[in-house]
């Protein structure tokens, strides 16, 4: 028998595999739903798990969910045609992950008729998928308190109508289509769409930049920093932070989203629930008000475009720089406004005329001196590179070098940035805390 504050998770359950990386190996877990359960046993909150999966996944995951305290296992339907698994590109997200669900053409998903009985649940969070909704608005209770984390298999605010009058909270990611539809270049349209279903709150995930929390009962907004630290896997960080918001929402949704927070932040840097659960276990014993104090990375992200990002190295048509266009990738995915001198002012041609010299470095100069930052990436020591560091170190403007190959760990650039690395996720992180403080300091 669950307890009245149990909240009932309902989704698919997957397989994440991701391919082994260098220095990382091959990672195989329970995903999709399993990281919410994840996230809620890490936190000590009791809750229940209702799948769609497919049947040879059943038993496992009863046996694995039971571990991990889950009070009740109800199998919804079955997934036919596909294995229900998940490759998985890129487990710290400092561009698009790369999910790869394999035969997801050939996939089908078939509920029982009818599902099993859902109304002794009265809070309850859905992931959508590829799954129809409709059939669980039936056997709901009807006096449920609904919330929905929106990720990839839900267009429109639409599709939820059948639920009205029992949405209690909305969460989105950037990274989610439906944001990138709606809300993608201004924050009202996303709000207004989401208003018609009468939510108490929307949660906007916003990656590295922290969270905002809107609550429509007193047109509240309130920023939840995010803790920037080297990312081991970001797979199921999302479900781990929505779970825990919904189950402690009877706090108020404020210390729920807070407290979300600090386990999303736990599971991104661990892979082994026990792990992830002693360092909850810690993070938990401080007070809200501690947690306030100690603050974090908050840059929202409409307003990430408002920072522009010079890009310095060698960003030429002739050159092996993959590296360099991955940072590229890697900024652009998360908002920023990356302004790429070679592009904007010219290629120069081999040789260049002195008149061509003279304009391309008046130019370059100017927009260097127009950016708030320098993402320098200087592949095979590019003497440009290096200079335009030099300049940006002299003017004061905040330097992000990451050096993939290991070209240019010397005291001027090493110390002369605010970051060095030869990690991505290390300079992505670098680049959020260096706007992050600018906008801190801003008048």
Known sequence: MHSNNTVLIVGELLVDYTPAQKGAPCKLRLGGVAHAARGLWSADLPYAVAAVCPKYLVNEAQDYLKSIECEEFIWLGDVVGAPNVIVIGDATEVSHQGYEELMREAKEIKLQRPLPNLSDYKSVLIFPGKFDLHPLANALARDAQISFDIAYDISDFAFLEPFKGRVQALIISTSSPLFLRVGKDEINSLLSSASSLQPEALLLKENRGGSRLFTFTDDNVEEIP??????????????????????????????????????ATAYSQSTFPDDIKRDVRRGF???????????????????????????????????????LDQAVESLCYHNFNVRRPILENGELKRPASEGDLQRTYQKDCQLLKECSAVFAVPLDRDPGTLVEIGMAIELGIPVITYDPRHENNNTMVVVGSDVYSHALDQCLNGTFAAIAKMRNTAP
Not at 286 to 291: M, V
Not at 303 to 309: C, L, P, V
């Open 285 to 323: 014993k401080l007070s809200i008000e501690a947690l306030h104090a100690i603050g974090g990375t908050t840059i929202p992200w409409h307003e990430r475009k408002h920072y522009s990002i010079y890009l310095a190295g060698p960003d030429f048509t002739y050159v092996d720089k993959h590296e």
């Open 226 to 263: 995010a803790t920037l630290g080297a990312t081991v896997n970001s797979v199921g960080v999302g479900d781990a932070y929505s779970s825990v918001m919904v189950a402690l929402s009877p706090h108020g949704w404020s210390t729920a989203a807070w407290r979300g927070c600090q386990v």
